[in-house]
T-cell receptor, first 112, second 113 residues
Framework: GQQLNQSPQSMFIQEGEDVSMNCTSS?????WLWYKQDPGEGPVLLIA?????ELTSNGRLTAQFGITRKDSFLNISASIPSDVGIYFC????????????FGKGTLLTVNP | GAGVSQSPSNKVTEKGKDVELRCDPI?????LYWYRQSLGQGLEFLIY????????KSGLPSDRFSAERTGGSVSTLTIQRTQQEDSAVYLC???????????FGPGTRLTVL
């Protein structure tokens, strides 16, 4: 089946720093989604990308849908302690609009 | 309005026992999904319900796993004869129709001893 390779697995940064994480796929995705999961909670959608080359921002978050449709990145600028959590990329698998495939996540720790 | 709720939040069981996990989707959402999240892993799709259509069970890992959705609302995920490898967080999500944003519940953490 389709797989999403997400990196890095974890990041430990100082408050105020910018951070970048990315996802690559062995096959084309038509939609890229970025979720954040806080401890003890379910993932919450941060940004959705629907078009190759699309660059979308949500506050301090910026995500891009790669031109090849096989990759995406998420940037967080001026990190704050509440950015701590696990960030997942996801997308609907081939032949399905609803069956999401998830990356293994990037654990972000922000040191105040 | 209320989000997706799941119960219990935590379940500890002995190997070989059956367990039932419950999901209450957001009112009016016709689509409901179950995912499994093992430690350090991303979410793994299990099953999908949409309205009165036959569910997509393609992600269920074995025939010990089954799910029902009664009245187009509440769903129950049942795991029979639990094994230690079933230990994980089971997450439920719902959405407005086929391609709407999936809203996740807080999950049920299952531990099989």
């Amino acid at each position: 089946g389709q797989q999403l390779n997400q990196s890095p697995q974890s990041m430990f940064i100082q408050e105020g720093e910018d951070v970048s994480m990315n996802c690559t796929s062995s096959s084309i995705f038509n939609t890229w989604l970025w979720y954040k999961q806080d401890p003890g909670e379910g993932p919450v959608l941060l940004i959705a990308l629907y078009k190759a080359g699309e660059l979308t921002s949500n506050g301090r978050l910026t995500a891009q849908f790669g031109i090849t449709r096989k990759d995406s990145f998420l940037n967080i600028s001026a990190s704050i302690p509440s950015d701590v959590g696990i960030y997942f990329c996801a997308g609907p698998g081939s032949g399905s609009n609803y069956k999401l495939t998830f990356g293994k996540g990037t654990l972000l720790t922000v040191n105040p | 309005g209320a989000g997706v709720s799941q119960s219990p939040s935590n379940k500890v069981t002995e190997k070989g026992k059956d367990v039932e996990l419950r999901c209450d989707p957001i009112s009016g959402h016709t689509a409901l999904y179950w995912y499994r999240q093992s430690l350090g892993q991303g979410l793994e799709f299990l099953i999908y319900f949409q309205g009165n259509s036959a569910p997509d069970k393609s992600g269920l890992p074995s025939d010990r796993f089954s799910a029902e959705r009664t009245g187009g609302s509440v769903s129950t995920l049942t795991i029979q004869r639990t094994q230690q490898e079933d230990s994980a967080v089971y997450l439920c999500a719902s959405s407005l129709g086929l391609v709407g944003e999936q809203f996740f519940g807080p999950g049920t953490r299952l531990t099989v001893l």
